[in-house]
């Protein structure tokens, strides 16, 4: 068999795994989500998830994809040919997820212009100027066009040289710039109401979709559930610590989530503005939070949309791979091929879902295309694709195969093996089984 190809350094696969969890889902999507949901309640069952599911589905990812050493949908294949729809349904949330994620990368991108164009300047007008922009019908969707040109860019050239790079650079500026937001956030009078709607729970707001909201949001957060970290732990080489990877990256990904949260919450009290603001939320309080700050609000902001913008490509650009990777060993596609004609598709699902905030276009249940997209992947989708491949490692799978790969055959200490396994056969799919009946339950009454 050829040599697959490896990430270029630990580092480097590090970097690019934490790269594809670290994006919107952290900094745009967690504080609006939270924010919906009620807030601390919703953040504590989040972080439960993320350290009990989202580590081990992390893990099994990991795990399934370098025995396999095979993308998502050959990885379930190769083992039994019943499995493959589970990979292929992964593909699916690929391309549904890239039906609107590019459409807020797209805002990203424009925002780098508008706060270089002088966006800072009249703070009084940055609310109704971010809900003008994304209803209008054609400017973001020049935008949504731009960056899903530089994700084809990046993803024609291949796994390492792109992806890698992208990802050493822009981890450190995004924390470093959300550690300053958080920083004058938290200066400003009435701040801390902010921090107790984030961290105090009132448990009184838990309901069946509150749960859900927050398992989704674990699942989205770190990419799971839709094969992309089997198709990226499919090129991580033999010797690697698969156990001390998925804890740095899960780690990594909450972090960033938690500090984005610090960064918006006390900032918007102190503003007076409704927890739950929707998804304008850092588009609206981060140029506002930096707006009397003069040219250096300017340039901090600047700053911000640039991470920004670079964090949701390391995302997006493992979303398209995933797609991408089943076109080339599934279907046999070139390379270019494959990224020309799954990105054409997926620009074609983004006009629907950008249109669908003008509130032009089909709806389903009442529901815009933009909404259906995110609710179907997050809530649905990643969730069920998770419990799949738990059910898969668990009752379909070798357990010493298991065994040897995690611990590189022993080599490496996992005293907790039984419990992961006991999680990844019972728990898991259990869980994750009820959390979905009683969250869609909840969403039809
Ligand atoms: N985790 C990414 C984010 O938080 C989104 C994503 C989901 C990427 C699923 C890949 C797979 O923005």
């Known amino acids: 068999m050829e040599k697959r190809e490896n990430w270029g350094s630990k580092i480097g696969f590090i970097m690019a795994a934490a790269g594809s969890a670290v994006g919107l889902g952290n900094i745009w999507k967690f504080p609006?989500?939270?924010?919906?949901?009620?807030?601390?309640?919703?953040?504590?069952?989040?972080?439960?998830?993320?350290?009990?599911?989202?580590?081990?589905?992390?893990?099994?990812?990991?795990?399934?994809?370098?025995?396999?050493?095979l993308a998502a949908v050959g990885a379930f294949k190769?083992?039994?040919?019943?499995?493959?729809?589970?990979?292929?349904?992964?593909?699916?949330?690929?391309?549904?997820?890239?039906?609107?994620?590019?459409?807020?990368?797209?805002?990203?991108?424009a925002y780098v212009f508008k706060v270089g164009g002088g966006l800072l300047s009249n703070p009084a007008a940055i609310g109704d100027s971010f809900g003008a922009f994304i209803t209008n019908p054609s400017t973001p969707l020049m935008w949504m066009v731009l960056y899903l040109i530089l994700n084809v860019v990046i993803v024609v050239?291949?796994?390492?040289?792109?992806?890698?790079?992208?990802?050493?650079?822009?981890?450190?500026?995004?924390?470093?710039?959300?550690?300053?937001?958080?920083?004058?956030?938290?200066?400003?009078?009435?701040?801390?109401?902010?921090?107790?709607?984030?961290?105090?729970?009132?448990?009184?707001?838990?309901?069946?979709?509150?749960?859900?909201?927050?398992?989704?949001?674990?699942?989205?957060?770190?990419s799971l559930g839709m094969g992309c970290m089997i198709t990226y732990g499919s090129y991580l080489s033999k010797k690697e610590n698969l156990v001390q990877n998925a804890a740095i990256v899960t780690a990594m990904d909450t972090a960033v989530a938690l500090l984005a949260g610090i960064a918006m919450f006390p900032a918007m009290f102190a503003f007076g503005m409704e927890p739950a603001a929707g998804p304008g939320l850092v588009f609206v309080v981060v140029p506002t939070l930096f707006a009397e700050m003069g040219a250096m609000g300017s340039m901090f902001a600047l700053m911000f949309f640039v991470a920004l913008t670079v964090a949701a490509l390391t995302s997006?650009?493992?979303?398209?791979?995933?797609?991408?990777?089943?076109?080339?060993?599934?279907?046999?596609?070139?390379?270019?091929?494959?990224?020309?004609?799954?990105?054409?598709?997926?620009?074609?699902?983004?006009?629907?879902?950008?249109?669908?905030?003008?509130?032009?276009?089909?709806?389903?249940?009442?529901?815009?295309?933009?909404?259906?997209?995110?609710?179907?992947?997050?809530?649905?989708?990643?969730?069920?694709?998770?419990?799949?491949?738990?059910?898969?490692?668990?009752?379909?799978l070798n357990k010493q195969d298991l065994y040897d790969e995690i611990t590189n055959k022993g080599e490496i200490k996992f005293g907790m093996f039984d419990t992961w396994y006991a999680l990844v056969k019972y728990v898991i799919p259990i869980t994750i089984a009820l959390v979905a009946i009683s969250g869609i339950r909840q969403g039809f009454e």
Not at 41 to 67: H, K, N, P
Not at 80 to 96: E, I, P
Request: proline share 2%.
């Open 157 to 222: 050239k291949g796994i390492s040289s792109g992806i890698e790079k992208a990802g050493k650079i822009l981890m450190p500026l995004l924390f470093g710039i959300l550690i300053v937001i958080a920083i004058k956030g938290l200066t400003l009078p009435g701040a801390m109401a902010g921090m107790e709607f984030l961290f105090k729970p009132d448990f009184s707001k838990v309901n069946g979709s509150v749960v859900l909201a927050a398992l989704g949001q674990a699942f989205f957060s770190l």
């Open 78 to 109: 190769s083992v039994d040919k019943r499995w493959t729809f589970a990979g292929v349904l992964g593909v699916l949330s690929g391309f549904l997820i890239m039906g609107f994620y590019p459409v807020v990368g797209g805002w990203a991108l």
């Open 316 to 396: 997006s650009v493992s979303l398209l791979e995933v797609v991408v990777a089943f076109l080339i060993d599934e279907k046999q596609f070139s390379r270019k091929k494959a990224v020309f004609s799954s990105s054409t598709v997926m620009a074609l699902l983004c006009i629907l879902a950008s249109l669908s905030l003008g509130g032009v276009g089909p709806k389903l249940f009442g529901t815009g295309a933009f909404d259906v997209f995110d609710l179907l992947t997050d809530k649905i989708f990643l969730a069920i694709g998770g419990m799949l491949l738990c059910i898969f490692a668990g009752w379909r």
């Open 32 to 69: 609006f989500t939270a924010g919906n949901n009620g807030g601390g309640a919703f953040v504590l069952i989040y972080l439960i998830f993320v350290a009990i599911i989202g580590f081990s589905v992390m893990l099994t990812e990991f795990g399934v994809g370098r025995r396999r050493q």
